[in-house]
């Protein structure tokens, strides 16, 4: 793994890190950061199956948009959601990233909902391929 990388990893792993502080036990989650592909030129990462992949292009733009991201594909990734259009972290479009507060505070909601529904999930990778 190169510096650059390294770095980018890291404050994807600050994210994790953050949500630890306020609470939120997760499993392990694989994180890989990657460029996006020619052909999926404006994808922003994907999660599923205890897996997100964050682009490059997501952790450049600004921290608003990378928590965004990284909190939206958790979602794919740990509680098996789907694309909600009507929830602003959710949605399959990010258009403006939710604030910071605003973000941690849907992660939260999902988080709890989860906990306290004792169900069997079944993980599958959820393709998310959210564009800018
Ligand atoms: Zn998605």
New binding site residues.
């Given amino acids: 793994m190169n510096d650059v990388t390294y770095k980018m990893r890291r404050s994807v792993i600050e994210i994790l890190y953050t949500a630890k502080s306020k609470g939120i036990i997760l499993p392990r989650i694989n994180v890989r950061i990657g460029e996006s592909t020619h052909n999926y030129p404006n994808v922003l990462?994907?999660?599923g199956n205890h897996n997100i992949w964050i682009t490059k292009k997501a952790i450049d733009r600004s921290s608003n948009y990378l928590l965004h991201v990284v909190l939206?594909?958790l979602?794919?990734a740990i509680f098996n959601l789907p694309?909600n259009e009507s929830c602003p972290l959710?949605a399959?479009v990010l258009d403006k990233p939710c604030t910071n507060s605003q973000a941690w505070k849907i992660f939260e909601g999902y988080y709890y909902e989860d906990v306290r529904t004792v169900r069997e999930i079944h993980y599958h990778a959820?393709k998310?391929?959210?564009a800018s």
């Fill in positions: 990462g994907v999660g939206h594909e979602c794919h694309h959710m399959s959820s998310c391929a959210m």
